[in-house]
């Protein structure tokens, strides 16, 4: 699977290239986003603004690194939505539990708002 990590300051940015996050290649990012995690990072962000295609496989890595993060006391942070995949976070109700910015930007003035605190 095609991706990024990027080690900024307090959190690691992991944006996904491909435009399908689907049964294929969600194991893939799943065992990175452990990984990152299991490095000791407890603070990630996950930048899916290229991917235009969603089904559950996707929605479980996502859901995966939110429990990796929560049980570390970070912060897990998901932007970029395309709107199909964000209509399907929106069915699946997940808007309701997972912290969603627009841009990897925006995530990262969030995270520095709660170190402030």
């Given at each position: 699977?095609?991706?990024?990590?990027?080690?900024?300051?307090?959190?690691?940015?992991?944006?996904?290239?491909?435009?399908?996050?689907?049964?294929?290649?969600?194991?893939?990012?799943?065992?990175?986003?452990v990984?990152?995690n299991?490095?000791?990072?407890?603070?990630?962000?996950?930048?899916?603004?290229?991917?235009?295609?969603?089904?559950?496989?996707?929605?479980?890595?996502?859901?995966?690194?939110?429990?990796?993060c929560?049980?570390?006391?970070?912060?897990?942070?998901?932007?970029?939505?395309?709107?199909?995949?964000?209509?399907?976070?929106?069915?699946?109700?997940?808007?309701?539990?997972?912290?969603?910015?627009?841009?990897?930007?925006?995530?990262?003035?969030?995270?520095?708002?709660?170190?402030?605190?």
């Amino acid at each position: 699977m095609a991706f990024d990590i990027q080690k900024c300051g307090t959190y690691t940015l992991v944006k996904v290239h491909a435009d399908r996050l689907d049964t294929n290649n969600a194991p893939d990012l799943k065992s990175e986003l452990v990984l990152v995690n299991n490095e000791g990072e407890k603070n990630i962000v996950l930048d899916l603004s290229n991917v235009t295609y969603c089904d559950s496989s996707g929605l479980r890595a996502v859901l995966v690194a939110n429990r990796l993060c929560e049980d570390a006391i970070g912060t897990f942070i998901l932007c970029g939505l395309q709107p199909d995949v964000e209509n399907l976070v929106k069915i699946s109700m997940l808007h309701t539990v997972l912290l969603i910015t627009d841009t990897a930007e925006e995530a990262e003035r969030l995270l520095e708002k709660k170190d402030n605190l």
